[in-house]
């Protein structure tokens, strides 16, 4: 058994890595940064200048961040992170930073430091483009979801999986803040006055809600496939020849669908929100064009990707029946698009604003764009059994942003 638990700060974060067997050198002088920016955790990047080593150490405190204390939160989510990574190193090699040792007492995982990458929010609101993106995180999407499902696991072996990720207190989160709390007047709601007249029009939208309550149930009940859980594009570090994904601390079993919609729900918080942001027309244009290409290349190469591994490993005598992987895909798709536009709503009705739209100083114009981000997710939703392709998606979305 190691210590009991204790947050750590800069200097006892040193004196952890210090300890670390083979990291650094034993005579190093270690420098420590706390770097997180997000809701949930403490990051410290550890360095040793002299020999140019550095790691990573997330550690979960045992609240939310941004609430505080009052907000009491598992540790149990820095298993769930450490193990998700782990298996991610397998099933997509390169993908994802690798993992250096796990410490299930004081909750933390040290990894691979990713500093010469950025977040891809910030690459996405400077106007960067990232020619891998698409095909990485196609690449990332089809072989976490493959290997992970009922398609390429024993069904023992699925079920265990499902146990190691049982993970209530994050799923809550996700079931009130993007299923819930957006589609009544709830106390954790925060939105911008100028669209009120919008957001009580979705709160009386009966038709709307029956939608989100079947995507709600799709989300809670239907464990097809390990989810990362949180891949927006905050959970995403880029160069323009590397891509990774980090903070698997929401992930358990889910219907696919889920991450492939929370990447399309952010490039097109993205797309709504580039008028808005200083440039000339034809930048705004191109940048706008290449969103577009980016959020459909990833989705074609996910399917091409995801039909080769079914080839190559599916042995099942149903699951081989003709048409049935035909099911599974359109499935997908389907559900990508409808959790798609619920995350879009929620990021503009509910707790936890993005960047992307956040930014944009002037309020009016950000009404503008949330006003646009509103009606493409409530479209998203409410069409999605009409979407076939990709292009399908795309079109529909481009014809109301
Ligand atoms: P949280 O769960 O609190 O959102 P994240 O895992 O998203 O924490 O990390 C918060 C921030 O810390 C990231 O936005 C990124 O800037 C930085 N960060 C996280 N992991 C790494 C890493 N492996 N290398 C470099 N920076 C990282
Ligand atoms: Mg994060
Ligand atoms: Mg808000
Ligand atoms: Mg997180």
Redesign the pocket.
């Known amino acids: 058994m190691g210590e009991a638990y204790q947050a750590l700060n800069e200097q006892t974060a040193v004196n952890y890595a210090r300890r670390l067997e083979g990291v650094f050198p034993e005579e190093a002088v270690l420098e420590n940064r706390e770097?997180?920016?997000?809701?949930?955790?403490l990051?410290f990047?550890i360095v040793d200048p002299a020999s140019g080593r550095s790691v990573?150490i997330?550690q979960a405190l045992p609240y939310a961040?941004v609430v505080g204390e009052s907000w009491p939160l598992t540790l149990d989510r820095a298993r769930i992170e450490g193990e998700a990574l782990q298996l991610y190193n397998q099933w997509a090699p390169g993908l994802v930073?690798k993992v250096f040792a796990s410490d299930r007492e004081q909750a933390l995982t040290v990894?691979?430091?990713?500093?010469d990458h950025i977040?891809l929010r910030k690459g996405m609101i400077g106007r960067t483009r990232y020619p891998r993106l698409a095909e990485d995180m196609a690449a990332f999407l089809a072989r976490t979801l493959f290997f992970s499902s009922e398609y390429a696991l024993t069904p023992a072996e699925k079920k265990a999986r499902v146990r190691q990720f049982i993970n209530p207190e994050m799923c809550d989160i996700t079931e009130k803040l993007v299923f819930t709390d957006p589609y009544y007047d709830a106390e954790t709601n925060s939105f911008n006055p100028l669209i009120r007249e919008e957001v009580e029009s979705i709160w009386k939208n009966e038709g709307l809600k029956r939608e989100v309550a079947q995507l709600k149930e799709a989300f809670m009940a239907r464990a097809q496939a390990l989810l990362h859980g949180d891949l927006h594009t905050?959970?995403i570090?880029v160069t323009a020849e590397s891509t990774k994904v980090?903070?698997p601390?929401f992930a358990f079993y889910g219907p696919m669908g889920f991450d492939v919609g929370a990447l399309w729900a952010n490039f097109f918080l993205s797309y709504v929100s580039q008028e808005g942001h200083p440039g000339d027309a034809e930048e705004i244009r191109s940048y706008r064009e290449w969103i577009r290409d980016t959020a459909e290349a990833m989705w074609t190469g996910f399917e091409s990707r995801f039909r080769a591994l079914w080839q190559e490993h599916v042995t099942d005598p149903m699951w081989t029946a003709p048409g049935f992987l035909d099911d599974v895909i359109h499935q997908v798709l389907q559900d990508a698009a409808g959790f798609a536009g619920c995350k879009m709503m929620r990021r503009v009705i509910g707790l936890a604003p993005v960047a992307d739209l956040e930014s944009l100083e002037d309020a009016s114009e950000r009404a503008k764009a949330e006003k646009l981000a509103l009606e493409v997710g409530k479209a998203l939703v409410l069409r999605r059994r009409n979407l076939h392709s990709a292009e399908d998606v795309l079109r529909l979305v481009c014809s109301i942003a």
């Open positions: 770097i997180g920016d997000g809701n949930l955790n990051v990047h990573i997330k961040r930073p990894m691979e430091d990713l500093s977040i905050g959970s570090m980090i903070d601390e």
